[in-house]
Nanobody
Framework: EVQLVESGGGLVQAGGSLRLSCAAS????????IGWFRQAPGKEYEGVTC???????FYADSVKDRFTISRDNTKNAVFLQMDSLIPEDTAVYSC???????????????????WGQGAQVTVSS
């Protein structure tokens, strides 16, 4: 059974940092990509960042130069380092795994099959 488990959410003041982790297990292959999505109250899912098995990386414009995604293949884990957080970053962050059909589709939630339970990130002003 494939599982994705997130950790590291919490409350932080604007300008602060948080690091999210996503631990993957149960995969029978290693060709999957991992994406981070977030959903703020009353808003749709937003593709924040993703990393493919070949290390192609996508960042949404809203987080470029502030967020960094990395992958530890030996531990089947993906990390999201979030710096210079702003209140607009407040959302539930979920990691997802799947096989997006090309680099133009990596930010689309429906391209991902497996989802973690989500981690709340709250940034106070």
């Amino acid at each position: 059974e494939v599982q994705l488990v997130e950790s590291g959410g919490g409350l932080v003041q604007a300008g602060g940092s948080l690091r999210l982790s996503c631990a993957a297990s149960g995969f029978t292959d290693d060709d999957y990509g991992i994406g981070w999505f977030r959903q703020a109250p009353g808003k749709e899912y937003e593709g924040v960042t993703c990393i493919s098995r070949s290390d192609y990386i996508f960042y949404a414009d809203s987080v470029k130069d502030r967020f960094t995604i990395s992958r530890d293949n030996t531990k089947n884990a993906v990390f999201l380092q979030m710096d210079s957080l702003i209140p607009e970053d407040t959302a539930v962050y979920s990691c997802a795994a799947g096989y997006p059909a090309g680099t133009t589709r990596v930010k689309i939630a429906s391209e991902y099959i497996y989802w973690g339970q989500g981690a709340q990130v709250t940034v106070s002003s």
